[in-house]
């Protein structure tokens, strides 16, 4: 399988435990993306790297998420300190940062919080 | 600020029945507008990427159309495997980020 893979699928955890999630790009995508989405919403943007520099960030991502692409291959996206309300899909996304810059996602991670 | 609407929120149509789903967009210089399509539980699957006003694009029973405020997805004699959500997102030209829409549930029945 060529595609964005994500691990693991479901995590399920306690208020207050850190968790951290997985992503593996398309081979040769320079551009790696973090989303999250809830229930009923569309994808929300969180970082955005290219290679291994992370380039943008967005407000939503709050001193308790750290996000790191070492090598400029694969991703990780690490939570601290969860909450409920951190429940969420979170879904990664590659581009091979041409002129389409379509981006690919994954399966997503399903992150519940008790 | 960049803001995607899309509408309606859901739609369901009989096997056959052509409709459009409408995603209208504000945005500091369009790179790009871009239709997906979502099944529970999965990541949006890439549709149609769309760059200038007039543009259209075509896959299967789906058409894709762009003008300067807002963009059409067609779906002509849908069947029910089409039933998913469909999201539109834009990205801003000094951005790289794409900014979707909540999206619109489509439900085909037989």
Redesign the interface.
């Known amino acids: 399988d060529t595609g964005?893979s994500q691990d693991p699928r479901h995590k399920i955890t306690k208020r207050g435990q850190n968790v951290t999630f997985r992503c593996d790009p398309i081979s040769e995508h320079n551009?790696l993306?973090w989303?999250r989405q809830t229930l009923?919403?569309?994808?929300?943007?969180l970082t955005?790297f290219?290679n291994e520099a992370q380039?943008?960030k967005?407000r939503l991502l709050s001193d308790r998420f750290s996000a790191e692409r070492p090598k400029g291959s694969f991703s990780t996206l690490e939570i601290q300190r969860t909450e409920q309300g951190d429940s969420a899909m979170y879904?990664c996304?590659s581009s091979s940062g041409g002129l389409?810059?379509?981006?690919?996602?994954?399966?997503?991670t399903?992150l519940t919080v008790l | 600020e960049d803001q995607v609407t899309q509408s309606p929120e859901a739609l369901r149509l009989q096997e056959g029945e052509s409709s459009s789903l409408n995603c209208s967009y504000t945005v500091s210089g369009l790179r790009g507008l871009f239709w997906y399509r979502q099944d529970p539980g999965k990541g949006p699957e890439f549709l149609f990427t769309l760059y200038s006003a007039g543009e259209e694009k075509e896959k299967e029973r789906l058409k894709a159309t762009l003008t300067k405020k807002e963009s059409f997805l067609h779906i002509t004699a849908p069947k029910p495997e089409d039933s998913a959500t469909y999201l539109c997102a834009v990205q801003a030209r000094v951005r790289y980020a794409l900014n979707f829409g909540k999206g619109t549930s489509l439900l085909v029945t037989p």
Do not use: H, I
């Open positions: 964005v551009r993306y989303y009923g919403q569309g994808p929300e943007f955005y290219q380039l943008e967005s879904l996304a389409s810059n379509e981006q690919f996602f994954g399966p997503g399903r």
